[in-house]
């Protein structure tokens, strides 16, 4: 197969993790017999440095006339410090979602056997945890019309939503469903919020359609509660936009370090594949970001193209390393760590 990946490394971090999921990605590649055609394009900061734009319409197009997107991280201090900025790193990304049609999320967390004693949380309560969140990602507050009014003393972010957006996700939330344990859990705060009130009837709606899925309904602050207490009893759930951001970072330790998780964007052409972590910027240039999440990205990147055999190659040489100890320090707990660079070469030379 002949892949056109755009690669969209961004700001901090994003190009040295990028660089070894690509590492491992030509090794793979290689191994099946595939060629990938990389095209490098700005985005983030690193974008509005050049051109003065987060997501220009050079990068869209390199985008939209790719297979897929891999994408690295955004974001830089200068920016996240000065609340008076027009133009920041996130309009990018933002950008990006909206003009490709990303409007779904999906965040797996699940565990490695060799990192339980890493997580936060005791053994017993996360062994087994495998959750996938689908987070809708084009509307909602962040998209809601915002702005102040009263001289600048009162300011409003809007939250809004259509029918036609719930049932969307929710579509891909029961089949992915029925690809797994048949468990929808719908996370909203529909005691409180109009939302909220319209997700749930749209969900309610649709379970006729997948009689074998086991649905629940439950408020967002009582699964924020229970995926510290019982993260194994989740297996898919669908949530709003900004209720998806929040959950799905708390989620991310799970595992023992927000470095290992990765995520794909997905609409009806095209999907972007990228960690759930930032930019980083206290550790751009020192080599020391766990470049697996975004190792494990690119294995999303290759099972979304059928390509199973592939993906399962990248996960499998993950899990040694990991069990090997070849870790950054983020992991090493003490022992040797490894480098960014050095961690990349090892998985793509034992593909």
């Known amino acids: 197969m002949k892949l056109n990946i755009a690669l969209l490394a961004g700001d901090g971090i994003g190009p040295e993790v990028i660089d ?15 060629e990938i055609n990389w095209k ?16 220009p319409d050079e990068t869209h197009e390199i985008c939209k006339s790719s297979d897929a997107v891999l994408f690295g991280a955004i974001g830089h201090p200068r920016f996240d410090n000065d609340p008076s900025a027009k133009v920041r790193p996130e309009q990018g990304l ?14 797996p967390t699940f565990t490695f056997p060799s990192l339980l004693d890493k997580s936060p949380l005791k053994q017993e309560r996360i062994e087994g945890t495998d959750l996938v969140f689908l987070r809708e990602l084009t509307g909602g507050i962040y998209f809601g019309e915002k702005g102040r009014r009263d001289k600048g003393e009162t300011a409003f972010d809007n939250c809004v939503y259509t029918r036609s957006e719930v049932q969307r996700l929710a579509k891909k939330g029961f089949e992915l469903a029925m690809t797994r344990g048949k468990k929808l859990c ?36 009582a699964v924020a509660m229970r995926l510290v207490q019982w993260p194994n009893s989740y297996d898919v759930l669908i949530t709003e936009n900004l209720f998806g951001d929040i959950l799905t ?10 470095g290992l998780m990765p995520s794909a964007s997905l609409g009806s052409d095209i999907g972007l594949f990228e960690p759930i972590h930032g930019s980083y910027p206290q550790a751009t240039g020192l080599n020391i970001a766990n470049p697996m999440a975004t190792v494990l990205s690119a294995a999303m990147m290759f099972e979304n193209f059928g390509l199973q055999e592939e993906g399962k190659a990248i996960r499998n040489v993950v899990n040694e390393a990991l069990s090997k100890g070849i870790v950054t320090e983020d992991l090493a707990d003490g022992g040797k760590a490894y480098g960014t660079k050095e961690v990349g070469d090892w998985l793509a030379e034992n593909i």
């Open 186 to 221: 719908c996370v909203d705060k529909a005691n409180v919020l109009e939302t909220s009130r319209l997700w749930r009837e749209t969900v309610q709606a649709m379970e006729k359609d997948y009689p074998e899925v086991e649905v629940s309904y439950e408020f967002v602050d």
């Open 20 to 34: 070894q999921a690509v590492k491992v990605s030509d090794a793979v590649a290689k191994k099946f017999g595939h």
């Open 94 to 107: 933002l950008k990006m979602r909206k003009a490709l049609g990303l409007f779904a999320n999906v965040r």
């Open 249 to 258: 970072d708390e989620a991310s330790v799970i595992s023992g370090s927000m």
């Open 40 to 55: 490098p394009a700005l985005t983030g900061a690193a974008a509005i440095d050049a051109v003065g734009e987060p997501y």
